[in-house]
């Protein structure tokens, strides 16, 4: 089956960086797992519903994390078995809408399709992600985010994990290289966050923090039901906290793989704060320092490095 957009792939000497999908101008994994040949076409016409829930981050910046805690909050605390892709529509690598012969075949359930509450992990941009003029049909976005030293850490050790088949060839070195240029998936990583930051004071959009997260988990569970317009008490609001730990979540960690990559490593590594200390060079630091902190400043968000 031939794709309907361009696959690009960056290069230097000897090391490769993984394909990448080039979608509406943005870099999209082209390995976890193929995108649908018609996702370009069919995005710009997907409607959203007001129910709809998307959970969206830079990649590796607890994604899964709050995929699970939103799940819980909506389930009064059940923790499922099923693999997470039978729960939440992952958007870029989803059929958005049913084709001729699709009834025929139980596994091909588009977007589209999908009854309502529609709950969708995506790491779009805000400039891209799905979103309706009309207040009626105006879906919840939550978007967590992440100190960008220990994304590109996570981000890292989750394309090793793919070997061969991320296409990837190359060292931490090399990898960080292309981070700092905004050549990795998704682009440049305040490129994605700011975008979200300046509408975090909308009423569908509520931004978070992982750091957050990590430090006050019963707090930011809270504030999630709330959002979510579902009052939990607080004795559900302790139970859901407990069960999103992340020695709890590993406990069901099957469950977050996606069946196509169903041999490789799951989701959840180590889920700490300042982890990118173990592969930073001094050098390295100052250079995220000067990157990002110029990005960051005078627009209030900071983030906690340990």
């Known amino acids: 089956m031939s794709e309907h957009f361009t696959v690009i792939q960056e290069k230097e000497g000897e090391f490769f960086a993984p394909r990448q999908a080039l979608i509406h101008g943005v870099r999209l994994s082209f390995y976890v797992p193929n995108i649908d040949k018609d996702f370009e076409r069919d995005l710009s016409r997907f409607e959203t519903r007001s129910e709809d829930i998307y959970v969206v981050s830079f990649p590796k910046s607890g994604t899964t994390w709050v995929q699970e805690i939103v799940w819980q909050i909506l389930n009064d605390g059940k923790i499922s078995e099923e693999r997470v892709e039978s729960r ?14 699709d009834e025929s075949d139980e596994q091909k359930v588009s977007v589209t399709s999908r009854p309502s509450p529609r709950l969708i992990k995506s ?11 009309e207040e009626s049909k105006r879906s919840k976005y939550i978007y967590v985010a992440r100190n960008p030293r220990d ?10 994990s793919f070997g061969p088949s991320s296409y990837f060839k190359g060292t931490w070195e090399f990898f960080v290289k292309l981070f700092l240029e ?14 979200w930051w300046k509408h975090r004071d909308e009423p ?28 939990l008490s607080d004795e559900m609001i302790r139970k859901i906290a407990h069960q999103c730990t992340f020695a709890e979540m590993k406990k069901n960690s099957n469950s977050y793989v996606i069946s196509a990559y169903a041999t490789k490593p799951n989701l959840l590594r180590k889920g700490q704060i ?20 110029t990005k960051l400043n005078g627009t209030g968000l900071h983030f906690d490095t340990e």
Do not use: M
Request: with cysteine; proline share 5%.
């Open 88 to 101: 939440y529509s992952f958007l870029e690598t989803s059929q958005l809408f049913d084709r001729p012969g």
């Open 123 to 133: 790491h779009l941009p805000y400039h891209v992600i799905p979103k309706s003029k």
């Open 151 to 160: 994304v590109a850490v996570s981000y890292y050790h989750f394309v090793l």
């Open 182 to 195: 905004g050549k990795n998936s998704y682009g440049f990583w305040s490129d994605h966050v700011l975008p």
């Open 204 to 231: 569908h959009v509520l931004f978070l923090k992982y750091e957050d997260l990590k430090k006050d988990l019963c707090g930011n569970v809270r504030l999630i039901s709330e959002f979510l317009e579902k009052p």
């Open 274 to 293: 300042g982890d990118w200390k173990r592969l930073f060079s001094e050098e390295l630091n100052k250079q995220f320092e000067e990157t990002f902190s």
